[in-house]
């Protein structure tokens, strides 16, 4: 594996291409976001907002965020999932329409970082829901969670035409 | 006054990022420390020093891996930097990609053992 983990080093024109077509096939033309915090310490709601300000400017590669899951293509979850919060994550999930891709941001949300020995600590977000992509970091960086969706978008398409 | 600034901020040109397009340009304007990475082996069997100062048992060696056996486990890392400032031998160093997002856990655990690289 190279130190670009798979990814070509410049997202040439063609790529591009190839990806407004496959948000077009199957989110049509823009792909909305709902970010739920099952326990973190705001951190990740940082950088996450990041990705709407006029630097990384999100909305240019046609991605919302929205503020109910009915509307939503893209479950972000951050923070570490705690025994409040596990029930809501799950009703969250079910209101959303398909197809439907989780993302898990920060290593709380992985692995649980150094809350991975708390009592009220349920467990990664993938001992709950299939996670489509993994975000490292921490905090993980606007451009983490920006390859991290890129990914789980094309992972996705490749599943689907095996 | 507002006409200076209005003039001064259009001759400046853009500031949003083109990223994921010119990815390499991009990543390169920012010195940020995301993730660390394994450069090389360890050759002190003996030193415990990198699995004893991290906080989140990202890092662990032992019987289990083997002797002189690194394990990293990217995902549970909160990016601390204590091994970078710890390691003698500068195994780890601070990864060049700060884009760093898989779609599989595993993938995120690199392994080490006796100078042959086993990374993913």
């Not at chain 1, 479950?75 to 898990?104: F, I, K, N, S, W």
Request: hydrophobic share 40%; proline share 6%.
């Amino acid at each position: 594996m190279t130190a670009d983990h798979g990814i070509p080093a410049d997202w040439d024109e063609l790529e591009e291409q190839g990806m407004s077509a496959r948000l077009a096939r199957y989110f049509g033309h823009s792909l909305h976001i709902r970010h739920i915090d099952v326990g973190s310490c705001n951190a990740c709601e940082s950088e996450v907002l990041a990705l709407s300000n006029p630097y990384y400017n999100f909305h240019r590669l046609g991605l919302f965020f929205t503020h109910s899951p009915r509307h939503a293509d893209v479950l972000l979850v951050t923070g570490a999932l705690t025994q409040a919060m596990a029930p809501v994550l799950r009703e969250t999930y079910d209101a959303m329409p398909r197809p439907r891709l989780v993302l898990a941001a920060g290593v709380c949300a992985l692995h649980g970082g150094v809350f991975a020995n708390s009592s009220r600590f349920v467990g990664p977000v993938d001992s709950v829901l299939p996670v489509d992509a993994y975000i490292p970091g921490c905090p993980p960086n606007p451009y983490a969670l920006l390859q991290g969706l890129l990914k789980a978008i094309r992972s996705r398409e490749e599943v689907k035409s095996s | 006054m507002r006409a200076e600034w209005l003039l001064a901020g259009l001759a400046s040109g853009r500031v949003t990022t083109t990223y994921p397009r010119q990815r390499k340009q991009e990543l390169s304007r920012h010195r940020w420390n995301s993730v660390p990475t394994m450069n090389g082996p360890c050759s002190d069997t003996a030193c415990r020093g990198c699995s004893e100062v991290c906080p989140t048992e990202a890092i662990t060696r032992g019987e289990a891996y083997g002797n002189a056996a690194l394990r990293l486990d990217v995902g549970a890392c909160i990016a601390c930097g204590r091994c970078v400032d710890r390691c003698p031998e500068g195994v780890f160093s601070w990864a060049e990609a700060i884009d760093r997002a898989e779609v599989g856990k595993e993938l995120l655990i690199s392994t080490m053992e006796g100078g042959a690289d086993h990374d993913g």
